[in-house]
């Protein structure tokens, strides 16, 4: 019978899953930065292929500083890694944000996750900007 105990269990778990990811959309805000967050990211993702499909060399400067020039040229496919890493911190505060779930401030937990996930997207395209206006203005 270990078949049915771990039968039960993962129903048991995506029961509490459900519960959670319920709890997370039915506060207002946590919608907003959701949805926010997923615009965000989507832009984030055009932004990094316009710099792809333009690019028309093999290098790509990453990082310019008005005193010494610029200081980070690499390969372009490296530009992807970027906005991964911003979905994999979105993606990690949704999953503290559902482990908090039943935590009685989960309210504010929710607010300082997905607010600072929110944050650090804004601040990739914000970089990705910068990369664009460096390579091709």
């Known amino acids: ?27 207002l805000p946590n919608r907003y930065y959701l949805i926010i967050s997923f615009v965000l990211q ?10 792809k499909n333009n ?11 008005i005193d010494f020039g610029a200081n980070l040229v690499g390969n372009p496919n490296l530009i992807f890694i970027y906005p991964l890493f911003s979905l994999l911190i979105i993606l990690f505060n949704i999953l503290l944000v559902l482990i908090l779930s039943r935590h009685k401030n989960f309210r504010l937990f929710s607010q300082l996750l997905l607010g600072g996930a929110l944050a650090f997207t804004i601040l990739t395209i914000l970089y990705l900007l910068s990369v664009y206006l460096v390579n091709f203005r």
Do not use: C, T
Not at 2 to 27: C, I, M, Q, T, V
Not at 42 to 51: D, H, M, P, T, Y
Not at 55 to 65: A, D, F, T
């Open 1 to 27: 019978m270990p078949y049915f105990n771990f039968y039960a269990g993962a129903y048991e778990f995506f029961g509490h899953l459900d519960l959670a990811f319920k709890s997370l959309w039915r506060y």
């Open 42 to 51: 989507v832009l984030a993702w055009i932004q990094v292929f316009s710099i």
């Open 55 to 65: 690019l028309s060399g093999e290098l790509l400067v990453l990082r310019y500083k």
